[in-house]
């Protein structure tokens, strides 16, 4: 997996500030933020997915670190988005496992938007 781009950056390959990091896993800004906070969280070893057989203690690692992410934007009262895109159809763009933290300011309800409609609505 030497060219995965989340890899380079989990091996130090691709220097990254760390907002967060132990043996399973990193956390880091998104490159490109879609909102005021935008912060990724991988898992150190390299999964393509969440049907990529993931060992539970590192769903745990990741799971426990959005809270703690959270807090340490800032955004951990006035909430934040949690959101991973799994696959094609969810346009997953880069295949390492990942989970977006995204907040610091209020969202509209709902989160799908499909491209095949104007409406955004699957039909
Ligand atoms: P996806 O679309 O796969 O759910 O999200 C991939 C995310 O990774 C995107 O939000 C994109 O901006 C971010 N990203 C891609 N390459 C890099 C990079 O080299 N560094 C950082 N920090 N984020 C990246
Ligand atoms: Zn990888």
């Known amino acids: 997996m ?4 989340f890899c380079m950056i989990a091996n130090g390959t691709i220097p990254t500030k760390a907002l ?3 043996d399973l896993i990193l956390a880091f800004d998104d490159i490109a933020p879609q909102g ?3 912060s990724l969280i991988i898992p ?3 999964f393509d997915n ?11 690692a990741i799971f426990a ?7 340490i934007k800032g955004i951990d009262e006035s909430g934040y988005r949690v959101i991973i895109n799994n696959g094609p159809d969810a346009a997953q763009s880069v295949g390492h496992l990942h989970v977006h ?3 610091g300011s209020p969202m509209q309800h709902g989160m799908v938007r499909f491209s095949d409609s104007d409406e955004g609505v699957a039909r």
């Open 44 to 46: 150190r070893q390299h």
């Open 36 to 38: 005021p906070v935008h």
């Open 101 to 103: 933290v995204i907040g």
């Open 20 to 22: 967060l990091e132990d």
């Open 2 to 5: 030497s060219e995965c781009i």
């Open 65 to 71: 670190a959005v809270p703690r992410v959270a807090k």
């Open 50 to 60: 969440l049907g990529d057989g993931v060992p539970g203690e590192v769903l745990e």
